[in-house]
């Protein structure tokens, strides 16, 4: 197996931590959990699109991926 170029692993790496921030947060009140969408080759390219049940889980989503 080839090793992945820099800029691929860096894109898996930064998508697993935004990921991991969001793992275990669910709405209080529907108890659904928000969705990811990245898209993109590189760092430079990645767009994330993010979706929600309610402007309360989208709130808490925002917190924690602005949070280390």
């Known amino acids: 197996m080839f090793p992945m170029p820099q800029s691929a692993e860096e ?3 930064f998508k697993r931590n935004t ?13 659904q959990s928000p969705r990811l969408r990245f898209e ?11 979706s929600g049940c309610c402007p309360k889980l989208m709130a808490l989503a925002n917190a924690a991926i602005r949070s280390n």
Not at 19 to 31: E, T, V
């Open 11 to 13: 894109l898996e790496r």
């Open 19 to 31: 990921s991991r921030k969001l793992d275990g947060l669910q709405c209080p009140d529907h108890r």
């Open 40 to 50: 993109g080759e590189t760092l430079r390219e990645v767009t994330i699109s993010m």
